[in-house]
């Protein structure tokens, strides 16, 4: 089974030293020398972002990304962008848990991307990338702001409806840019409501709370923003129930005891964790009305995988990330919450918290192939689930 029917993911990057993409309006400053710098990946991802800025005009439409005269250009980034992919395993940043897999990933989707539309398979090929691109905000958002890259657009360069440039901007961590126009998306919805137009509301409200609670962690200005969706005249009755809810929990947000991802132990972390989740028939039960809190939870639990060496992950760092990840709307961000229960499950088949790990990841792979004439897992997936719980089994009999 293909990683990427698991999860798309792409563009996993850090900054390094100072670079300018030619020709793609973009500048990137490195940081002040510090002991993050060390950690992060060199200078590829400014490669990465300069071939995606060509490209980004011709992928807001099919027909855009299919216009004969720009069709060796467009090959030649693809290419490109493949060919850069296939490096990616060679920098240790890249081998830690939360981004090896997505670094796997993103070689797939490249390499389809690049393969379709040299068969003139456009509308497939411009799939393949706008999923990886949707995909890399994900990974960026396992970052804390302060090791994002210094990455200076020319906004103007920019095609597309104040929607799909606030989700490129995003995708390529431009947080604060991303936010203004999603805001203004907001603001501007009672004169402009139409079906597409509240698609773009709903999507626009989440980003901004997924950037106002997973990276920025202030639910204040989040609040004001999801304040502003449930005074529209023309939203959606459920969506504003739903900014009703977020604004309720984002106050009870503001009240728990905070603690530092990057100084606690893993054990106090996943104790911390454990103890703001409810339970249910001693199972983690998150529900709509813990989206924000499960949100805000997996952020410091990605702080802590970045922050820490790989010597000091454990099992139970691994576990709630794919617990939390399962539960959270992917509107919110990217489900890769199989990929941490596997990668729990390969890293610590000893671990008494690895069975926890398979429970899940069973749990989602029969759900999702249930259908109305019952559970029709096919025989490969069967196998790998086999797998994953024979190693588990055998581990624990050496263990005796």
């Known amino acids: 089974m293909k990683l990427r029917n698991l999860i798309a993911v792409a563009l996993i990057g850090f900054a390094t030293p100072r670079l300018i993409a030619k020709s793609s309006n973009v500048v990137a400053e490195s940081p002040k020398d510090s002991a993050a710098t060390k950690q992060e990946v060199p200078s590829v991802m400014y490669q990465f972002l300069g071939h995606i800025m060509e490209l980004q005009p011709y992928m807001t439409s099919e027909k855009s990304f299919a216009i004969p005269k720009s069709r060796k250009s467009i090959q030649f980034h693809l290419d490109q962008l493949e060919k850069l992919s296939h490096s990616l395993h060679h920098y240790d940043r890249l081998k830690t848990p939360n981004f090896h897999i997505s670094a796997q990933l993103l070689e797939e989707e490249l390499q389809e991307a690049a393969s379709s539309y040299r068969k003139s398979n456009f509308s497939y090929s411009r799939r393949m990338l706008n999923q990886s691109l949707y995909g890399c905000g ?55 409501a139409t079906d597409e137009g509240s698609f773009e509301l709903e999507k626009s409200i989440k980003r901004i709370i997924g950037i106002g609670i997973r990276i920025k962690r202030d639910p204040s200005t989040t609040s004001a923003s999801v304040a ?21 929990q984002l106050t009870a947000l503001q009240s728990i005891k905070k ?73 919110f961000q990217y489900d890769l919450s199989n ?54 089994d055998k581990s624990a009999l050496n263990k005796k």
């Open 228 to 248: 502003r969706v449930t005074k529209l005249e023309k939203a959606p009755e459920a969506l504003k129930k739903d900014a009703s809810l977020w604004s309720a």
């Open 339 to 392: 990929l941490y229960l596997r990668e729990c499950i390969l890293r610590f088949p000893k671990d008494p918290v690895a069975r926890a790990c398979y429970r899940e990841v069973e749990e989602q792979t029969l759900l999702s192939y249930t259908g109305s004439s019952g559970i029709n897992v096919p025989d490969d997936v069967r196998a790998d689930l086999d797998q994953l719980r024979g190693l588990i």
């Open 138 to 192: 994900s990974c960026h958002m396992q970052i804390s702001p302060s090791d994002n890259p210094q990455w200076k657009f020319d906004a103007s360069k920019i095609k597309g409806s104040a929607y799909e440039r606030a989700e490129f901007l995003f995708a390529t961590r431009q947080y604060d840019q991303s936010l203004k126009l999603y805001n203004s998306i907001i603001d501007s919805f009672d004169k402009r």
């Open 259 to 331: 603690i530092d991802a990057k100084t606690v132990t893993a054990d106090q972390l996943i104790n911390y964790v454990a103890t703001k989740v409810q339970l249910e028939d001693e199972k983690p039960a998150i529900g709509d009305d813990q989206m924000i809190l499960a949100l805000y939870l997996s952020g410091l639990l990605y702080d802590y995988i970045n922050s820490h060496p790989d010597t000091q992950l454990k099992a139970g760092i691994l576990y709630w990330l794919g617990v939390l990840d399962s539960r959270v709307d992917d509107s």
